[in-house]
């Protein structure tokens, strides 16, 4: 609670999770996909699921399925629908998941794939766009710099000028009509820069 400064438990997930997507949405928090763990397999499997807290913030109800599983993929509310892109399948084999998927209050459909395909991108919405930033290509060695731009009402994904360095697991958000990229790793590196 922002106002008194305090935390406060909330209701458990009905799964573990990790590399999970969450927005808000709707006026309550969903959280999308990610990896379950199985037995000692931490990675475990990539999930489909999809949740969000009740209006009273007390349980988590499930809502329809991606129809993707995946995990450390990316998301945002673009005007009032839910967009995820990128992201990994979990397992021996792992795989990148293409297809950027939209949430429209009532179902998921499948909408044009990211052209360049990665995990552990970063992403942000002006509320007309969807925006990534970096990601791997399944290794940590194969981070990208790329930068790219989804608009849902065209279906249509565009490449933008390249990010000043190849980068994962980074923060984004846009501030002022500009799209802002904070720290990330690459290797064993971690990055301070914005």
Known sequence: DPTIGTWSAGPNLPVPLHHAMMVSY?????VIGG???RGSEIIGVASARVFHLNQ???AW???PALHHARGAGAAAVVGNKIVV???RTAGTSPAEVVPTEIFDGTSWHDAAGIPVPGDHLAAASDGTYLYTVGGRRLEASSNTAVVQRFDPAADRWVQLPAAP????DAGAA???GRLIVAGGESLGTVF???
């Open 26 to 30: 709707q006026n309550t928090v969903w």
């Open 35 to 37: 990896f379950e763990p």
């Open 56 to 58: 009273n913030l007390t």
């Open 61 to 63: 109800v499930e809502a």
């Open 85 to 87: 892109a990128g992201g």
């Open 165 to 168: 360095g190849k980068v994962s």
């Open 174 to 176: 846009i501030i002022g």
């Open 192 to 194: 301070n820069t914005v």
